[in-house]
């Protein structure tokens, strides 16, 4: 495909930048809309997904049939089969008469399903069997229906993963992916965050009646050197609220970080990295405090083992790697070359051994108390838990309580944050 036609494409479908990566995700879109293989568009939230999707419909044959996109995170488990797939009156409480759902009102049509790994497994089955034999059956019915439907999936999270943890189908997923496009995130589109920046506050000056704001060299730098974890949509909200809270019509630096939150830019971590999506669910929020407590549960065995082999140079040691030990009290750790801090490590220094077992020990020819500090599991489970309930609370609060722009802010479901609010017994008040 030339690079005029993807300019075409991008003109008509309102996309901007001119990074490869996005360049080379229009050209397969574009490539495989007038067929009609089924497309799994990967990415993070935020990216863009929803926009690739118009494309492959408006593209098509079908671009005469009806368009839906469907949020499969957004619909109650106990609904979700009656909305795709309709049901007959009395199938269930309410159902007081019989309702079409999306695929038979969209025959001949496209339907888009995002957040498709929030999708059931029940729901999994009946998406599989309209997938391959183009048929479905209404809640509270056996007729079999037929239906012509093109189906077009999103996620943001690793489905290979999610099918290794029992969350996803195996061959749902083989079925989905015949044709993958990755919308690259915004943090990889070089140029293009400054080229957004410009259309979102040059189109919210023009709907207010205001002077559209101009950016210096550094404040475009603090643009290109964010990682933006909401992607496109984050941006448009900074843009906005740039241009309508700043008198000043040139914006620096110093002026932008203001809107640029830091717990984003310091903890979050990264969900894509080199093209390769990975699962992003509730648990690997904690990856880098994961990464960081097992690097210093690492480096306080290696201690210990050298005191054990050292004796008598205790003080010393503990000296070396007294940065393992800041943070424990708000005094500053100060080891002198004759101490050995009880109150940190309780290493019994008397010469009598203690009527009970001393399971602080540091002889290892003492089997009956020496202790093996490997067996922490469970106490790193629980910092772990301890850790993500602060991170959520965090997350809602910086977003007034909302659940929906904190669960984006995290980068995880609204079903997800919603599970995990109930679990902490978190007050949202």
Known sequence: MSPQEIQSIKSRFGIIGNSSALNYAIQIAAQVAPTDLTVLITGESGSGKESFSKIIHQLSTRKHGQFIAINCGAIPEGTIDSELFGHEKGAFTGAVDARKGYFEVTDGGTIFLDEIAEMPLGTQARLLRVLENKEFIRVGSSKIMKTDVRVVAATNVNLMQAVEKGRFREDLYYRLNTVPIFVPPLRDRGDDVLMLFRKFTADFSERQRIRPVQLTEDAREVLLSYRFPGNIRQLKNLAEQVSILEEERTINGRSLLKYIPDAQRSSLPDVFRDG??????????????????????????KLFVEMAQNGAGDGEILRQHANLFQGVTDEPVNFSENHTPTRYLPVSTTATPPATPNVFSLDPSNDSSFVDVTDESEDESLSLEKKEKEMIIKALRKNGNKRKNAAQALGISERTLYRKIKQYEIDEE
């Open 276 to 301: 390769q999506s990975q699962d992003f669910n509730e648990r690997e929020l904690l990856y880098k405090v994961l990464f960081d407590l097992k690097r210093d549960v690492t480096e306080l065995k």
